[in-house]
Structure formats: structure tokens, C-alpha cells
T-cell receptor
Framework: DVKVTQSSRYLVKRTGEKVFLECVQD?????MFWYRQDPGLGLRLIYF???????EKGDIPEGYSVSREKKERFSLILESASTNQTSMYLC????????????FGPGTRLTVT | GENVEQHPSTLSVQEGDSAVIKCTYS??????FPWYKQELGKRPQLIID?????GEKKDQRIAVTLNKTAKHFSLHITETQPEDSAVYFC??????????????FGKGTLLTVNP
């Protein structure tokens, strides 16, 4: 059974703080993704990674960076948090090869005050 | 890039009725179309998917149809039950090199099944 975990379910940070969100998957998946989920806007891709140390920008990368030093771990970094980054953040992973199913983590509800 | 439009944004049906959610995509090179269900407070989970070489796929009470010419695909749920109440997301995958695993999601449909 695929397991994707995220470091926090709820997080409250102040404007200007540096924020780290961590995601870990235990199924040796090649691909990992970070999404942001806002009401009425669906799931928007921030960044994804198809290999260790490889990353590609998604649709809304501004204000975010990522790190993938190990295959199982994908981190999302908010260099200087702003109130418009208050959102639900979802991590996902997918195996690669001919399998495209994405397995999601439970989400981190981030509030920036 | 790919753009996915999903309609309706909300759908309310009576238990036992059918529900249909429709999506359109912009890039004819897209070749994989999954549907995800997200129950309240839970993570999205894949419920059915279809690849571009198939026109229809069924799994018990759910089915997906694909019209490549018109670039649209639909989710059909028959004999709806209260536990079908959730947000449903369609998505499309563009067949393209290093971004081969990237999905573009629709904005979601909130389905409410009234007992």
C-alpha cells in the first residue's frame, strides 16, 4: 500500500518567515509533485520532480522553491511567506514508467498571518 | 501547455439518480485522462482513468467516456449513493518528454447526493 506522508497537518507562520513543507513516500516512486488547493481553483501544480535533484516548474512556481536530495523526500520551501500563500498544500507521487496514477498525501493547511 | 475546463462546478442529485460531469481539454496530444475523488477532509484518490486509445471504460457504477475529436471526456455515476458525495476532479496528461508525468487538473465538481 502506497504511503505518502507530509510533515504537518496544520501550520501557522508569520509573514516573512521561511517555511519548509516536507513530503515522504515509501514506494520508491520516481516522480513527486507539490500542489496548492484553493476553493474554486482546483489543484494547481507548483513544482514537480522526476528524479533526484531534478525539478521542473509547474503552473504557479512564483514564491516557491523545492529540493529533492533523496528519492523518497521532496521539500517545498517558501523563502519569505506571504498572506496570499495561505492555502492547503498537497504532495503527490507517481511510479513512473507507464503508470501515471498519482498518490496524494494528507495535505498541510498553512496559514500565514 | 494543457488547459482543462470542468463543468458543472456543483451538482446536486437525488439518491438513485445518475450524475454526469464533463471536462474539455485543449491539447490534442494529451493521452491520459484520470478522475479523482476527494471526500471532505481527505486526500484525492484515483477512481477511474482512460487512455486515448479507448473510448469508454466502466467500473461497476462509474464509467468514463472519451471523445478525442471533440476533446472532451465525461464521468458517469449511476445509482448514486450518499457516499458518492465528494469533490470530483478530472485531469489530462500531455504526452511530452520530461513532463510526461505532469497532470493538469480541472477546478473540480462538488457532487451532493441527497438521501
Amino acid at each position: 500500500d502506497v504511503k505518502v506522508t507530509q510533515s504537518s497537518r496544520y501550520l501557522v507562520k508569520r509573514t516573512g518567515e521561511k517555511v519548509f513543507l516536507e513530503c515522504v513516500q515509501d514506494m520508491d516512486h520516481e516522480n513527486m509533485f507539490w500542489y496548492r488547493q484553493d476553493p474554486g481553483l482546483g489543484l494547481r501544480l507548483i513544482y514537480f520532480s522526476y528524479d533526484v535533484k531534478m525539478k521542473e516548474k509547474g503552473d504557479i512556481p512564483e514564491g516557491y522553491s523545492v529540493s529533492r536530495e533523496k528519492k523518497e523526500r521532496f521539500s517545498l520551501i517558501l523563502e519569505s511567506a506571504s498572506t496570499n500563500q495561505t492555502s492547503m498544500y498537497l504532495c503527490a507521487s507517481s511510479p513512473g514508467d507507464s503508470s501515471y496514477e498519482q498518490y496524494f498525501g494528507p495535505g498541510t493547511r498553512l496559514t500565514v498571518t | 501547455g494543457e488547459n482543462v475546463e470542468q463543468h458543472p462546478s456543483t451538482l446536486s442529485v437525488q439518491e438513485g439518480d445518475s450524475a454526469v460531469i464533463k471536462c474539455t481539454y485543449s491539447d490534442s496530444a494529451s493521452n491520459y485522462f484520470p478522475w479523482y475523488k476527494q471526500e471532505l477532509g481527505k486526500r484525492p484518490q484515483l477512481i477511474i482513468d482512460i487512455r486515448s486509445n479507448v473510448g469508454e471504460k466502466k467500473d461497476q457504477r462509474i464509467a468514463v467516456t472519451l471523445n478525442k475529436t471533440a476533446k472532451h471526456f465525461s464521468l458517469h455515476i449511476t445509482e448514486t449513493q450518499p457516499e458518492d458525495s465528494a469533490v470530483y476532479f478530472c485531469a489530462a496528461k500531455l504526452f511530452s518528454g520530461g513532463s510526461n508525468y505532469k497532470l493538469t487538473f480541472g477546478k473540480g465538481t462538488l457532487l451532493t447526493v441527497n438521501p
